[in-house]
Structures are given as structure tokens and as C-alpha cells.
């Protein structure tokens, strides 16, 4: 084997180190705190892989660099442009995996929705993701990876002038359960948090969990974001039958969790997050059970814990082989107001960038036959037209939004 091959297969990822990881990294090169945070900055703010070019770091640091360590950047296999300025990224994770990062833009924040596992173990009926199984657990690297990338790629695109950024919140809303990666998750959160890597605020920062009580409770003592919980049903049987995981986690128990992270937590409600399934989930009834249930009233409530909350209506996208079909508008609309009555702050989410499947939370089964995937992917790519330049797109989507 080539020399530099067999270093390149040694090289840690730097991606994968919080800052105090890094700190405690280039302590081991006998370097101070200062220069892993100086390292930092090149690497999060200005998206440099190339310790060449690190210009204020010393010679000999930069040639220990080049020869130890590595910014091992996700490969994407296709971008894809909505009308609406969404944009979406494949990556190539390997072994026939491909994971989903989505950018949301909107007038006043730029939103990426990102992966924290390729598949998913958990199965909820409606989750295209869930029918796929589960592959592996991303990395911290693979998790901050998707942020690196699609920040610096969108400030390239869109002429952003230095200290300006393109992504303001993020989400972990893509494929995975955020909560069932724990020890890779935190870390990639500390990234997102600080300030010399991104600086997104806690509130800026959503973890959104199928309910996984003892992780939020570790959530709320390690790194407090804000948290949105996917409800789907107020009552144990119909979610039993929706999000498996429901089975190990009653709904009295994830409510005792909620409102135990709110102690914490840095907004002061936590988002329920309901996909709205036609004749499944979504009558009047059912909207009384999800108002009685967050009153910390009814069967499956936590008796007299009133947990202060945002609900979001997701309209069901739909997939093949799921069987279930997306609510009704009216049916949605109807449901919202029976929750606003009671006081319940609810909004529908938009569905966007349907013209590229980047509906947020689902991978619109592209990478279901894992064997096939690269295939179809290419095809698809070849099948495509140019993207359109994203400026004309960023105008249109603004154009859209008034
Ligand atoms: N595993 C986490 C986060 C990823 S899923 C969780 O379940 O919360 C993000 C959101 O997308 C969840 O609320 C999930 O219920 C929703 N979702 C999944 N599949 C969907 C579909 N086909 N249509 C609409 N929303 C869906
Ligand atoms: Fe996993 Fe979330 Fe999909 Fe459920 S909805 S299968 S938890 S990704």
C-alpha cells in the first residue's frame, strides 16, 4: 500500500471534535487551547479544509496537520433547486447509503433540516425512512458534516459577504432518530452552539424526537435545546399502531419528560409535531384527546401536568407502499381550529419544495433499495434539467413569499 494512503487511512476527522475534543486533540501536539480554537474557526466559519492555508497558524502546527489529521467533508451525490428556493442535498455515506439534508429558506431565516442516522430502528407507519430499516448511526462528523457543507456551498452560491450566514436555525428533522444516536448528536449540538464554530442560539437549534423519554431527560442535563416531540396520537393504542416506539414509552411518561424539560429548555413550550393521516388521526375527536392529554387531563395524560406547547400540522406525505393517504385541507383546517379554541397555538406546515421530494422529515424513498440506489441516482441526475442559478431562484421564492 501507498505511504500516503495508509496516512490518509490513519488521519482523524477533525470534523468529529467538539471544540473541547479539539482542545484536548491539539493538547497532545503540545499546542494551547487558543490555537484549537483559532483551528476551529478556519475549519466552521470559514470552511477551509486546507491547512496550507491556514494562514495564522504556525508552520510547524500546520505541517503536524497535514500529516495527522484531515476535514473529511461529505461527498454529495446530487443538489437539487425548488422553485420555492429550497434546495436539497444527497450524501453518499457509504455501503450504499445515502442520507438527506434539506435548506428551508424564508423571508426572515434560512433553515436546514439535517440526518442523524442512515435508516431509522424505530418503523412509524407513515415514515418513509422507518419502512427502510435502519443502516447505522452517522458520526459527529457526518452530523456537523451536513451543516459545513451546506452553509459554505449556500454562502458561495449566494455571494454572501464575510460574517454573513446562510443557515440561522436547524432542525434535526431529516432521516433518523436524533435521540437514538445520542453520543454522536451531543457533540455535533455543542458545534451548532458555539461560538467559535456556528453560533446558533438554543432556541435557534430543534432536536425532534418519536419520544425517547430517558434521552430527552439526558438531553435536558447535557445540551437543553429546543425540543419538538412527534406526537401523532393523543391516546396509547392509536399511537402504539403509529410510532412503535410508543409501546416502551407511554404518552404519561413522555409527558412528565416534556414538561421536565421545559425547566431547562430554551423556549418556553414544546412543539408537538402531528401528521395529519386521513381516518386515522385526524377528526374532531382526536383533536379533543391531543387538547385533553397536553391539559394533563384524560387516560393517557400525566394526571394534572399542563404542558405548555406549540402544536404543527403535518400534512401526510404520502409514499407508495405506506397504504395511508394525507388528510383533507379542510379536514387539516378544521382540525386546527377545534385545538385554537381551546387555546392551543397550532399552525399547518408548508409543504415545500414538493417539485424536488425535500419534504422535510422524509426521504421520498429514494435510498429504500440500498443495491439500486446509485443506479437510479444517476439516471434521475441525468434525467434532470440545470439547476436554475440560485439567485434567480432566491428571487422567486421572495417574490412567492409577498
Ligand atoms: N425521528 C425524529 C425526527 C425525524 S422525522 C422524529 O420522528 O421526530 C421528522 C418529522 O417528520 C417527524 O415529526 C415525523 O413524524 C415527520 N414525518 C415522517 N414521515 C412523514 C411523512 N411521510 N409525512 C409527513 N411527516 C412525516
Ligand atoms: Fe424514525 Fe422519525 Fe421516521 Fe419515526 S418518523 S421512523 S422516528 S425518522
Redesign the pocket.
Known amino acids: 500500500m501507498r505511504r500516503d494512503a495508509i496516512a490518509h487511512m490513519s488521519a482523524v476527522n477533525l470534523l468529529d471534535f467538539d471544540l473541547d475534543a479539539l482542545a484536548a486533540w491539539c493538547a497532545g501536539l503540545g499546542e494551547k487551547r487558543f490555537r484549537a480554537q483559532q483551528l476551529f474557526r478556519w475549519i466552521h466559519q470559514k470552511g477551509e479544509r486546507d491547512f496550507g492555508r491556514m494562514s495564522d497558524l504556525a508552520r510547524t502546527l500546520r505541517e503536524q496537520l497535514v500529516q495527522h489529521a484531515e476535514v473529511r467533508a461529505l461527498q454529495p451525490m446530487s443538489e437539487r433547486r425548488s422553485a420555492d428556493g429550497t434546495v436539497k442535498w444527497l450524501f453518499d455515506v457509504g455501503g450504499g447509503n445515502a442520507i438527506e439534508t434539506v435548506f428551508i429558506p424564508e423571508d426572515d431565516r434560512g433553515t436546514l433540516?439535517i440526518?442523524?442516522q442512515a435508516g431509522?430502528a424505530?418503523g412509524?407507519r407513515?415514515?418513509?425512512?422507518?419502512h427502510q430499516g435502519f443502516s447505522r448511526n452517522l458520526t459527529t462528523g457526518e452530523i456537523i458534516g451536513q451543516l459545513w457543507h451546506a452553509e459554505h456551498a449556500l454562502r458561495r452560491q449566494l455571494g454572501l459577504a464575510a460574517g454573513e450566514r446562510a443557515i440561522t436555525n436547524v432542525?434535526?428533522?431529516?432521516?433518523?432518530?436524533?435521540?437514538?444516536n445520542y453520543a454522536a448528536l451531543v457533540p455535533a449540538l455543542r458545534m451548532m452552539l458555539d461560538d467559535h464554530g456556528y453560533g446558533l442560539s438554543r432556541r435557534r437549534v430543534t432536536?425532534?424526537?418519536?419520544?425517547m423519554v430517558s434521552m430527552i431527560e439526558r438531553l435536558r442535563d447535557d445540551c437543553p435545546v429546543a425540543l419538538?416531540?412527534?406526537l401523532?396520537a393523543a391516546n396509547d393504542a392509536l399511537r402504539d399502531e403509529l410510532?412503535p416506539l410508543n409501546r416502551k414509552h407511554r404518552l404519561a411518561d413522555l409527558m412528565r419528560a416534556c414538561h421536565h424539560y421545559l425547566e431547562r429548555a430554551p423556549r418556553d413550550f414544546i412543539t408537538f409535531?402531528?401528521?395529519?393521516l386521513d381516518g386515522v388521526n385526524d377528526s374532531d375527536a382526536h383533536a379533543r384527546e391531543v387538547i385533553e392529554l397536553v391539559a394533563g387531563r384524560g387516560p393517557a395524560a400525566a394526571p394534572g401536568l399542563r404542558i405548555p406547547c406549540k402544536i404543527?400540522l403535518?400534512?401526510?406525505?404520502?409514499?407508495p407502499q405506506?397504504g395511508?393517504r394525507?388528510s383533507p385541507d379542510a379536514r387539516v383546517q378544521a382540525f386546527a381550529r377545534v385545538l385554537q379554541a381551546a387555546g392551543l397555538v397550532t399552525t399547518v406546515?408548508k409543504t415545500r419544495g414538493d417539485d424536488i421530494d425535500a419534504?422535510?422529515?422524509?426521504l421520498a424513498g429514494e435510498v429504500r433499495d440500498r443495491t439500486q440506489v446509485r443506479v437510479r441516482l444517476q439516471r434521475r441526475r441525468e434525467a434532470e434539467p440545470l439547476a436554475a442559478p440560485v439567485a434567480a431562484v432566491a428571487q422567486a421564492a421572495q417574490g412567492a413569499a409577498r
Not at 126 to 130: I, K, L, V
Not at 207 to 211: E, I, K, P
Open positions: 433540516c440526518s442523524s431509522c424505530v412509524c407513515f415514515c418513509s425512512t422507518g432542525v434535526m428533522m431529516g432521516m433518523g432518530e436524533p435521540l437514538q432536536v425532534s424526537t418519536s419520544g419538538a416531540v412527534s401523532h410510532v409535531e402531528y401528521c395529519m404543527n403535518i400534512p401526510f406525505n404520502p409514499f405506506s395511508l394525507r406546515r419534504a422535510c422529515g422524509q
